[in-house]
Structures are given as structure tokens and as C-alpha cells.
């Protein structure tokens, strides 16, 4: 039986924790009450546990290719 998950909030702890919600073969349901993405968004910068979160999760490749600044663990 897959294990569904509401996730409120489409920031990035909710799509963090939706992702990793998926991976391990539940069913994440993302709940937003912004009626569309951010439009200007955020500068993007790693350190210390973020750097590493993002590793662990396999998507600092993606993330370093938009990143501004000095990208390295502390
Ligand atoms: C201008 C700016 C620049 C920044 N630059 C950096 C940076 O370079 N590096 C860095 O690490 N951090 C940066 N930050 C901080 C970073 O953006 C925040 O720490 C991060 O976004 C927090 O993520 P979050 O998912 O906890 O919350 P949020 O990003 O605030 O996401 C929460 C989401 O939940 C939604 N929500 C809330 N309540 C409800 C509800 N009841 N129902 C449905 N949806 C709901 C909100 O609309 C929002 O989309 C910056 C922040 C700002 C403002």
C-alpha cells in the first residue's frame, strides 16, 4: 500500500522533504497557497549543513549551476 503525505508549503523544506518522501515510495501531495512561483526568486548560496543536505540528496549539480558565490562545505 503506498503511503500518502500532505506537504504544505512549496518551499524549499516542503520540496525537500516531498522529495525525499518520494524516494522512499511515498506518495507526497504538495499543498501551495501562492497562486504562482515567486517571480524574482532568491539569490542561491550553500554553506555548512545546507551544502550538505543538498548533497546528500544528489542535486548539488543542479543547484551549482545557478549558484552566485562561493559554493563549498564549512
Ligand atoms: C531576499 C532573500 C534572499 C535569500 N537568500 C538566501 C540565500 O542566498 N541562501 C540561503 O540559504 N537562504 C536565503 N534566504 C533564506 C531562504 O530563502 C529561506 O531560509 C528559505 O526560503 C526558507 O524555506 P522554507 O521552505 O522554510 O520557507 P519558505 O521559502 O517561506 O516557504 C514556505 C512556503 O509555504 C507556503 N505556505 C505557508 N503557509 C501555507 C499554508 N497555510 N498553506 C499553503 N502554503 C503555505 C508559502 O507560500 C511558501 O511558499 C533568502 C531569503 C530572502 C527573503
Do not use: K, N
Request: glycine share 12%; hydrophobic share 50%; charged share 20%.
Amino acid at each position: 500500500m503506498t503511503r500518502r503525505a500532505v506537504v504544505v508549503g512549496a518551499g524549499i523544506a516542503g520540496l525537500a522533504a516531498a522529495l525525499q518522501l518520494h524516494r522512499i515510495g511515498w506518495e507526497p501531495v504538495v499543498i501551495e497557497r501562492a497562486p504562482a512561483r515567486r517571480s524574482s526568486g532568491y539569490v542561491v548560496a550553500f554553506f555548512g549543513r545546507g551544502y550538505d543536505a543538498a548533497e546528500r540528496m544528489g542535486i548539488l549539480p543542479a543547484l551549482c549551476e545557478r549558484h552566485v558565490g562561493a559554493a563549498r562545505p564549512q
